[in-house]
């Protein structure tokens, strides 16, 4: 059996392996990675140096430092070790992670087992069969018994010479397909750990703003209560009281939808750390804990390109679609296939090895599609207009991509004006309740406007809570905007495609 096998790869067969081996071309278009786009800027108007300051925690400028780095675990910028605990958590219990993870492990086993196509396969097998054959025939055996065992050990070989490339073609489009996957992947990641900043920082507003609107509704309830007595006395109208009633019950009215949100946030933050609702967190990060970072990075345009996760995929996705369009090509072209197999049949163990008992198969079968209905070449078509969308759809990706970094930025600029504005306004409702309250303990001015200054300064603590948590959450929004960083990432190992 093992001399045949032999013959199997005599210099007949090896010469013509590797011909075809060398004659082979690769159909269809070699992928060309897309060239960055030539912009010089994200928007319109040049940045700012630096954003404007305001005198208030959180108030401090931040800088634009153009061709700045992303870091791998940017939201430890905030300086918040509580909030550095949660995306612990969430990185090693969410379940959106762990389940692109598994499919980038599976993409990647697809594409080694597709890769496998370009080799030759060999299999062994072993037949046993007893028969009886009717004596109205001649026996099929040399030593005429009709009633026989028949032993047959054999090995198969097959190998599609890949001529045309298409294998190959099919193993670039797969392997694609997996690069594709791992950007999911990080995209994945990016989107647990921005939307986990985000939803831990609107948390902390909405303590805050819940904060400011009690106060507000514990100065309207004084207000009336000291009205009232104001009209008992036949001082004011009972108009003026239904009208502090009506401010009163406005300023309660505020408060269960911002504690909604409160508690849908907890929820929200529960849920993207792997908890049950149940198990949310107990103590919530304030907002006083969380720094705003001082420098604002912003890749060069021609950079982004390579650092957006979404962009990535997309461009893999472009690749894959062109890898198609060679296979469809060669599709239309012949196909070879060489097939060989060795063995031995023999009527008893001992015989299996004897020389006599050998037999062996060599061929060879060349296919050529003729007619089929013109489906391979629509198949070819349908190819081409696929990869024709996967450019457009690479434009948007990319289109969106500086979109959302120019739209960031500007909301940056912006947040810092408007926080500078909030600023100023609680500044100013907080002189005027000290110089109410002074005026009210010399006995210049009654209860009531004392009370109402009160009130427009918790409104205006509102309105700066939520100014600071704007500033912090668009800070979040330009690191993922950027791309989070993946390429500096330490937390989490790197996906490898080898081996």
């Known amino acids: 059996m093992m001399s045949h096998i032999r013959v199997l790869a005599s210099k007949r067969s090896i010469a013509l392996v590797s011909l075809l081996a060398v004659g082979g071309c690769m159909m269809g278009p070699d992928f060309q990675k897309p060239a960055a786009p030539v912009v010089s800027g994200y928007t319109p108007d040049p940045l700012p140096a630096a954003t404007v300051s305001s005198p208030t925690p959180g108030g401090e400028a931040q800088r634009f430092v153009a061709g700045g780095d992303v870091p791998g675990q940017w939201w430890t910028l905030f300086g918040s070790p509580a909030l550095n605990a949660l995306m612990d958590e969430a ?64 090995l198969s070989l ?36 921005s939307n986990l900043v985000a939803a831990v920082i609107q948390e902390a507003s909405l303590r805050d703003q819940i904060e400011a609107a009690q106060g507000s509704i514990d100065s309207d309830a004084a207000i009336l209560q000291l009205m009232r007595r104001q009209q008992a006395l036949g001082e004011i109208s009972t108009a003026d009281v239904a009208a502090q009633e009506a401010t009163l019950a406005q300023a309660a009215q505020a408060l269960p939808p911002l504690q909604k949100q409160l508690g849908q946030q907890r929820d929200l933050v529960a849920d993207l750390t792997g908890r049950f609702p149940s198990q949310s967190p107990a103590d919530g990060v304030t907002l006083a804990s969380l720094r705003l970072p001082p420098d604002l990075p912003t890749s060069l345009p021609s950079k982004l390109v390579n650092q957006r996760p979404d962009v990535k995929a997309a461009e893999a996705n472009l690749h894959a679609a062109s890898a ?45 599609p003729i007619f089929d209905g013109g489906a391979l070449r629509h198949k070819q078509r349908a190819a081409e207009a696929s990869f024709d969308q996967s450019k457009a759809q690479y434009r948007s990706t990319v289109l969106a991509a500086f979109q959302n970094v120019a739209d960031t930025l500007q909301a940056l600029d912006q947040d810092a004006r408007a926080l500078k504005a909030a600023a100023e306004s609680r500044a100013a409702t907080a002189k005027s309740l000290a110089l109410s309250r002074r005026q009210f303990a010399l006995g210049q001015v009654g209860a009531i406007p004392m009370l109402n200054a009160e009130q427009a300064d918790q409104t205006a603590a509102g309105a700066l809570a939520q100014a600071r948590a704007a500033r912090l959450a668009d800070t979040a929004a330009l690191f993922q905007a950027l791309g989070g960083g993946w390429w500096n990432r330490t937390d989490i190992p790197q996906p490898s495609r080898t081996n």
């Not at 086993?109 to 028969?131: F, K, V």
């Not at 001529?163 to 694609?176: C, D, I, K, N």
């Open 91 to 154: 990185l090693k219990n969410n379940p959106d992670v762990a389940a692109q993870q598994a499919a980038l492990r599976a993409a990647n086993e697809t594409w080694r087992a597709q890769r496998a196509a370009l080799w030759p396969t060999a299999s062994a097998g072993y037949d046993l069969l007893d028969q009886k054959v009717s004596r109205t025939l001649s026996p099929p055996l040399n030593s005429n018994d009709y009633v026989y065992t028949l032993h047959t050990p054999q």
């Open 158 to 193: 097959s190998y599609t010479p890949d001529v045309f490339g298409g294998l190959q073609r099919q193993a670039e489009s797969v392997q694609a397909q997996a690069e594709a996957q791992r950007f999911t992947t990080e995209a994945t990641y990016l989107t647990l750990t």
């Open 324 to 368: 198609q369009v060679g296979v469809a090509i060669a599709a239309r072209l012949p196909s070879l296939t060489l097939a060989a197999t060795a063995g031995t049949e023999a009527l008893t163990w001992g015989g299996m090895f004897s020389p006599e008992a050998e037999f062996w198969t060599l061929g060879a079968n060349l296919t050529q």
